[in-house]
């Protein structure tokens, strides 16, 4: 089991997209997503922590793991995700990789420090979570 966990975990979880390389693993706080390959877990976290520094300032909110709600890491994750498959041209039809998803991206960009950040930051804060279920 790998200790490096996904930048982009809430997205697996959800099961709204995959990875090859995530496996679940259940710890203390609940479920969360390990990534087996050190590359592509080094990959995703630069990639995260581009869309952090652009997207937090048009949330007002900081960097801060204090006071950042939960729900503005999910919007990122989802957000960008979902900005960038749409980017590419790539239908929405099905689950995508995410590894293969970021692949695909920076080659078509020239590597991952050219992929159209700020030209995601309207995805992302227009994102809308999913309400969740309650139990009866």
């Known amino acids: 089991m790998s200790d490096n966990r996904c930048a982009f975990s809430s997205p697996l979880i959800a099961e709204q997209y995959a990875c090859h390389f995530g496996e679940q ?4 706080g609940g479920t969360e997503v390990a990534c ?13 922590e581009w869309l952090k520094q652009v997207s937090l300032p048009a949330f007002g909110v900081e960097d801060d793991l204090t006071s950042m709600p939960h729900s503005v890491i ?5 957000g960008s995700l979902n ?3 749409n980017q590419l041209g790539i ?4 689950r995508v990789d995410i590894d293969q998803l970021l692949n695909h991206a920076a ?17 992302i804060t227009a994102y809308q979570l999913k309400r969740r279920q309650h139990r009866r």
């Not at 239908?91 to 099905?94: F, G, H, I, R, V």
């Open 25 to 28: 693993v259940v710890r203390r």
């Open 36 to 48: 087996c390959d050190p590359a592509a877990c080094s990959r995703c976290e630069a990639v995260f």
């Open 74 to 78: 999910q919007k990122i994750q989802f």
């Open 83 to 85: 900005g960038l498959q």
């Open 91 to 94: 239908e929405p039809a099905e």
């Open 107 to 123: 080659e078509q960009y020239g590597g991952i420090d050219s992929l159209p950040y700020t030209g995601l930051v309207d995805t």
